[in-house]
C-alpha cells in the first residue's frame, strides 16, 4: 500500500486576529461531529497544536492531518475529499479568515467567501 498524508492547518481565533480563541475539545466535538456524517469513509485523524508566526503576530493553532491508514483503505482522492469538507466545515464552525489543506501534491488555500485557491 501506497502512504498518503494530507494535512489541514488552522489558528485557533475566530475571526483571524480579532476574535476569541476557541478549545481544543470544541475542535474535537466538530471534527467528531464531521467524521459521524462521514460513515462511509473511516478516515481517522491526528490532531497536533503548532504555532503560526509572522513578524510580531504569533497565534496557536492546529495541523489536522489524515493518512492512508492500513485498517481503513481508501484511494487518496476519497481521503483528500473528506479533509477538505471538513477544512470548510471547520473554517464556517470557527469564522477563520483562511484555512490550507495540502498533500504532497497539492495546496488548496480557502480564504474569504469565493476565495479558494490550488496549487501544485
Not at 469513509?41 to 509572522?54: E, N, P
Request: proline letters at 3%; charged letters at 30%; a negative charge.
Amino acid at each position: 500500500m501506497k502512504s498518503y498524508e494530507c494535512k489541514i492547518f488552522m489558528g485557533s481565533v475566530r475571526d483571524g486576529s480579532q476574535g476569541l480563541p476557541f478549545s481544543e475539545e470544541a475542535l474535537i466535538h466538530e471534527i467528531k461531529y464531521r467524521q459521524s456524517i462521514e460513515m462511509d469513509a473511516k478516515i481517522v485523524v491526528r490532531l497536533t497544536k503548532t504555532k503560526y508566526i509572522f513578524l510580531q503576530y504569533e497565534e496557536e493553532g492546529w495541523e489536522i492531518s489524515a493518512i492512508q491508514y492500513p485498517r481503513f483503505p481508501y484511494p487518496t482522492y476519497t481521503i483528500r475529499n473528506c479533509m477538505l469538507r471538513l477544512a470548510q466545515h471547520l473554517k464556517n464552525v470557527f469564522e477563520q479568515k483562511s484555512v490550507c489543506v495540502m498533500d504532497h501534491e497539492k495546496v488548496t488555500y480557502f480564504g474569504e467567501e469565493g476565495d479558494e485557491h490550488s496549487s501544485g
